[in-house]
């Protein structure tokens, strides 16, 4: 079979047949030997009847939340390529030229861009359409250099086995991010095309919490990008509080009618400390992240990690021991040179039976 357009399904009784009825349409239409898959997650008022009485196949999906709908459904499709969508009439099932055609091209994963294609009037919450998805659709092309403009369309179409291969874990509404993130870093091949977002046809509120949801999609984004949640926080930590020792080793300092003393030099010295833990728990997070099959393992860290030994790791940890000592003398010190001309012109030499002079 070529194509499974799958729809997941939690009580849409008002929608659910015109949206298999054109799904069936473009299948007819463009002679694709293909199936309507409903993806059931627990519907009660009576969708998965309506949707046998049309012809589509219905999968039941036990396990709840919008990922594990569509993940369920995936493992189950006939079709040797996918297109998805929801199943509340937001988006025309009859139109899916521009996805089969990049699906047929060799496209790995298409995205739908609804804000190439046009949101309809009503069709898109103001925060959502404003906020939301453009600053997380920015912050996942900026962590993870996807040139994707609508991470979260929920029209999109995938090669099955090319997706089952990303082993997806979300089961929540970050499964949508999820798939763009793992596609990107697994360097499968990626594009868009323009979609048109309508008003959906159901009376009940949306299954989507904009501030529930949005902080799901925001956490997955920052727990796969581990450069961004600890790395360059904990590496700008590490150089203010650097310039603030360095600048005060001397001695105290004035700005104005402000004194700069020791509690500065305490504050940059615990900079330093948490800045440097951050620095190293993000190597250890992508480090388990990789060993986890959570990212790829084709990337220069893990190469670099992986050659790394207990006795180097040590090396480098002595180096840095007798770096602090020689650090904590000058300390000791600076404020006075003297004080060290001193201490040195006490201090005996290796011959026991003579004194150093100076």
């Known amino acids: 079979m070529e194509l499974t357009i799958l729809m997941p399904c939690l009580n849409e009784a008002e929608t659910i047949k015109v949206c298999i009825n054109k799904a069936q349409k473009f299948l007819n239409n463009h002679g694709i030997d293909g199936e309507v898959l409903i993806a059931d997650n627990g519907s009660s008022d009576g969708s998965k009847e309506i949707a046998?009485?049309?012809?589509?196949?219905?999968?039941?999906?036990?396990?709840?939340?919008?990922?594990?709908?569509?993940?369920?459904?995936?493992?189950?499709?006939?079709?040797e390529f996918i297109i998805m969508g929801d199943a509340d009439d937001s988006y025309?099932?009859?139109?899916?030229?521009?996805?089969?055609?990049?699906?047929?091209n060799?496209?790995?994963?298409?995205?739908?861009?609804?804000?190439?294609?046009?949101?309809?009037e009503g069709a898109m919450p103001f925060l959502h359409q404003y906020l939301g998805n453009p600053v997380l659709s920015f912050l996942g092309r900026k962590f993870f250099k996807i040139p994707i403009g609508d991470f979260h369309s929920g029209l999109r179409g995938f090669r099955k086995e090319s997706i089952l291969s990303l082993d997806l874990q979300t089961n929540?509404?970050?499964?949508?991010?999820?798939?763009?993130?793992k596609a990107a870093l697994n360097n499968l091949k990626i594009t868009e095309?323009?979609?048109?977002?309508?008003?959906?046809?159901?009376?009940?509120?949306?299954?989507?919490?904009?501030?529930?949801?949005?902080w799901r999609h925001l956490r997955f984004l920052l727990l796969y990008s581990p450069n961004w949640l600890f790395f360059y926080p904990g590496l700008i930590l590490s150089i203010i509080g650097l310039l603030l020792n360095i600048w005060l080793l001397p001695g105290p300092q004035k700005i104005g009618d402000v004194n700069f003393d020791i509690n500065t030099l305490l504050i940059g010295s615990f900079l330093i400390i948490i800045g440097f833990q951050l620095v190293s728990f993000s190597l250890v997070a992508r480090v388990y992240a990789t060993n986890t099959n959570l990212l790829p393992k084709?990337?220069?860290?893990?190469?670099?990690?992986?050659?790394?030994?207990?006795?180097?790791?040590?090396?480098?940890?002595?180096?840095?021991?007798l770096l602090g000592i020689v650090a904590i003398v000058i300390a000791l010190f600076?404020?006075?040179p003297s004080d060290l001309a001193l201490w040195i012109h006490q201090f005996p030499c290796a011959s026991p039976s003579r004194e150093l002079s100076c």
């Open 334 to 336: 600076i404020g006075n």
């Open 52 to 79: 046998l009485a049309e012809g589509a196949r219905v999968v039941d999906v036990q396990e709840k939340g919008y990922g594990s709908a569509l993940l369920g459904g995936i493992k189950q499709a006939f079709g």
């Open 298 to 321: 084709d990337n220069p860290l893990f190469r670099g990690v992986s050659r790394i030994s207990l006795e180097k790791g040590l090396l480098f940890g002595l180096v840095f021991v």
């Open 193 to 214: 095309v323009p979609t048109i977002l309508y008003k959906d046809g159901r009376s009940r509120p949306p299954h989507l919490r904009t501030w529930r949801d949005g």
């Open 106 to 120: 060799g496209y790995d994963l298409v995205m739908g861009n609804r804000f190439k294609g046009g949101i309809r």
């Open 172 to 181: 929540g509404m970050e499964f949508a991010s999820e798939m763009v993130v």
């Open 92 to 104: 025309d099932f009859s139109s899916l030229e521009l996805f089969w055609n990049a699906l047929k």
